[in-house]
């Protein structure tokens, strides 16, 4: 053993034993350094001018600034039905373009802060900008990198063609915006930005944003008009403050946070002014569709908005083609149904409602005066139509009591006839579809598009009532109950999860008989459903409607869902209706069918495909179920009038459905 200590661990190792480099070996290194950096300098200066030389090849073929402008011109697109006639146009036709100086100067504070804070600045890009958005995207918060030019050099160069790269557009867009401001001032690009910007509902440029939206001129919109509308810049139809007020508040509110941060707004300022509401005073702007189609044209609108945002394509100036499944002689012949229908129930309506029947009693008087006007029987609904006035609320303003307020407005002849005329208004809407293909044939939105564009097939949610039956009587049959089962028509009471009690009665009261489930169907019996839907669940009656096509609204799963208690669409009613006729195969409502270019070069073909649903035997016992609803006087069917006084041929099944007291009156009829 060595007497010699251990070697101490923390000490630095003993340097290897190595002979010195040589200066040779050390003057051929340095060689080989300079060599791959000139090679490596030789290879970027290449790349360098190769891209310079693409750059300036570019340069040479994109049109200069003053070419652009027929570029700018935006091809209408036409929307067609199925039989070739136009029946709408996407165009951008509401235009009015304005001086910089009849611009409210907060629109430019807004814009500025929010898309280029250092506009007047940087000369088409700006790198400290991208420096900053590189650090915002690092925290989650994705901003647009392109300058305001940069923005309009896009909207002056023609759509991409499929033979140009991404990488070759951009330079184009770079390149022009170079131009812009080459050949423009910073208020003159300004000026056009803002003439040219899109804000929804077919209008383009700040002054007719302004009118549109506030009822103002571009010149005097305040703070808050300005950021909401500088919010809406590269937005669509989800982010619209007439449609969704609630996302639209919030891109006005980040508007106004980033004005403060740019310090053209106190933050305190700011603060007060994202606590107020938008207050739109909206203007709709001219209809889009032609003709009795202009709900459709409108919900064609509404469903290509993703299509068009996925493919890059702006529907008002590409010049589209839009072949739809309308067809215009089934459209007019229900557009003139349907206004003769509704006139004619207007005429009942207004008969039952008028002041020529019989009264017993007035509803009240006011400093002892008669009511100038009075209604039989609806003193209460009287009076929540008064309190709904401006003209009750500012007498109790004033100080007069909620008596005299409403005495007043009673008092009021010219006032109560125009409430009244409103509270009996009737409107309704239709819509055709083929089941063996999911096509939407005929749609009529309201009686008169002008007056009422407030859609019925699609938008309103109203309950189906007795037509919802057809889903109790399908899931009794899904679980094996003969349509020769026999119930009572008798008094029903069912026990609620509550503890409640549901006691459904029919108009003319219980007859005491026993009928079979096709004559429970058949005859509409409210008494009959209760007892399937207590014997099947109401969880299997909601499972059946959706499989047919009730799957856009929310269906409460409880007993009175068999008596159409929960609201729906027209339209997924007329699809689930549409999946009994094909015989349990459910196919999407297709409204449209192809999409080309205006040179006619076909960008996307659209059909519905098939869905097996529900079982084809079910199906056929339930639609023969229904046949009797509008083919058996015997049956006292409650759809037979489409035979007896219409004179309606062909194969048919069908159902009727009332609520609240014919509130909502239906009509459902299905043929192969």
Sequence with gaps: MSDEPDPDPRAAPAPLASAPLSAAAARAGRRWAWRAAGALTLIGAAACAALALYVAALARSTPGTGDLRPVQASWPSLIVSSDGATIGRFATAHVAPVKLKAVSPEVVKALIATEDRRFYAHSRFDLRRLLALAWYALNGDARDGATISLQYARR??????????????????AIIARRLERDRSKDEILEAYLNGAPFLYNVRGIEMAARTYFDKPAAQLDTAQSATLVG?????????????????????????????????LAPARAAELQRLPLGLDFQRPAAEGVGPARHFVK??????????????????????????TLDTKLQRFAADALVQ???????????????????????????????????????????????????????????ASEAQAQARVFNDGALMERLRAAKTRLTAGFVAIDPASGAVRAWVGSPDFDHEPFDHVAQARRQPGSTFKPFVYGAALRQ????????????????????????????????????????GLVQSKN????????????????????????RDSRLEVVPSLALGTSAVSLLEMTGAYATLA?????RAPLLVTEISDHDGRVLARFDSPAERALDP???????GMMRGVVEDPAERGTGVAVRTEFGVRGELAGKTGTTQNNTDGWFMLISP
């Excluded at 020529?356 to 009693?361: E, I, K, L, Q, V």
């Excluded at 008798?490 to 009690?501: E, K, Q, T």
């Design 156 to 173: 002056l160069l023609p759509q991409r063609s499929d033979t140009q790269t991404p990488l070759e557009h951009r330079l184009r867009e």
């Design 232 to 264: 809406m810049l590269g937005s669509d139809q989800r982010s619209s403050p007439v449609r969704n007020p609630q996302r639209a508040l919030e891109r006005r509110n980040v508007v106004l946070s980033r004005m403060a941060e740019a310090g053209a």
């Design 299 to 324: 919900q064609v609108r509404d469903q290509l908005l993703d299509w068009a945002e996925a493919h890059e394509a702006d529907l008002y100036r590409d010049g589209l083609v839009i072949r739809t």
């Design 341 to 399: 229908q509704v006139a004619l129930l207007q005429r009942v309506a207004g008969f039952e409602w008028s002041e020529a029947r019989p009264r017993t009693a007035r509803i009240g008087q006011a400093a002892g005066q008669p009511f100038a006007y009075f209604w039989h029987d609806h003193a209460a609904l009287l009076a929540e139509m008064a309190r709904g006035t401006p003209a009750y609320r500012a007498a109790v303003q004033a100080g």
């Design 480 to 519: 094996g109950v003969s349509t020769e089962r026999r119930y009572r028509d008798a008094p029903v009471n069912i026990v609620l999860s509550d503890g409640s009690h549901w006691q459904p009665t029919d108009a003319g009261g219980p007859s005491g008989k026993w009928l079979s489930l096709r004559q």
């Design 527 to 550: 008494t009959i459903t209760a007892q399937v839907v207590q014997q099947v669940g109401a969880t299997a009656v909601a499972r059946f409607a959706k499989a047919a096509g009730v």
């Design 582 to 586: 094909a015989m349990g195969e459910r």
């Design 617 to 623: 035997a079910i199906t056929a016992r339930l639609v």
